[in-house]
């Protein structure tokens, strides 16, 4: 784990500069403190972390050598092929070599949707490996750094250069919060109490029991 972490954390720390770590007042949130926000370019740490290399040296090889044994294969179909041309119509021999070569073909169409497939769940889960390592090091940075906020950085076409597209879908904007950022109830209080003072207002009475949007849409009695 320590060994992982510093890797990912040599390109973290390229990424996260002294700018990025610039405190920033706000508004009381959280603790009412200030905060300290940082930006990752995600794109740059999966192009440039060891294990990413590693995986995607070892699938271009794995693709490699499916596609010479498939070659291989293809250039012995087309052998038998041009022998098949030669024999006379009906012959035993044209017989075993055409179905031979029926089989052949068929072989290589199922290699050639196995490796397929192989290779894009490796693919798939190697990225979400990768990403889920990032998270768990940012956070570990953040923490260590006294960082509350890391937000990933977006790019100017507004698309993560160097991530794969797969990997994009499933992005976060927020790659670590400190505990005390979550304001989500305290707005879900405010909206909810400005719905019922703009019922009240209008005449609507909410019924015990239920929340101002239960009781909506019911004529005031």
């Not at 597209?165 to 976060?172: E, P, Y």
């Not at 400005?194 to 029991?209: L, M, N, Q």
Request: hydrophobic residues 35%; neutral net charge; proline residues 4%.
């Amino acid at each position: 784990m320590a060994r992982r972490t510093l890797l990912v954390v040599v390109v973290l720390v390229s990424v996260v500069t002294a700018t990025s770590l610039t405190p920033v007042t706000a508004a009381e949130v959280g603790r009412g403190t200030g905060l300290r926000i940082a930006v990752a370019d995600l794109g740059e740490i999966v192009r440039e972390y060891a294990r990413s290399k590693t995986e995607q040296a070892e699938i271009r090889a794995t693709h490699g050598q499916v596609m010479e044994r498939l070659r291989a294969m293809d250039a012995e179909r087309q052998r038998l092929e041009k022998e098949i041309q030669g024999l006379a119509l009906g012959s035993p021999e044209r017989l075993e070599r055409k179905k031979k070569a029926e089989n052949l073909e068929q072989e290589i169409r199922t290699l050639a949707r196995g490796a397929d497939r192989d290779i894009t769940e490796r693919i798939n889960r190697v990225q979400a490996e990768i990403y889920k390592e990032i998270l768990e090091v940012v956070a570990e940075y953040a923490k260590e750094h006294k960082i509350d906020l890391v937000l990933k950085q977006q790019s100017p076409s507004g698309e993560e250069s160097g991530l794969p597209a797969g990997l994009q879908m499933g992005l976060q904007t927020v790659l670590y919060q400190a505990p005390g950022l979550d304001i989500t109830h305290d707005i879900l209080d405010c909206l909810n109490r400005r719905y019922e003072e703009a019922r009240k207002a209008a005449g609507h009475k909410t019924e015990p029991g239920k929340t101002p949007a239960e009781g909506a849409g019911k004529e005031p009695k």
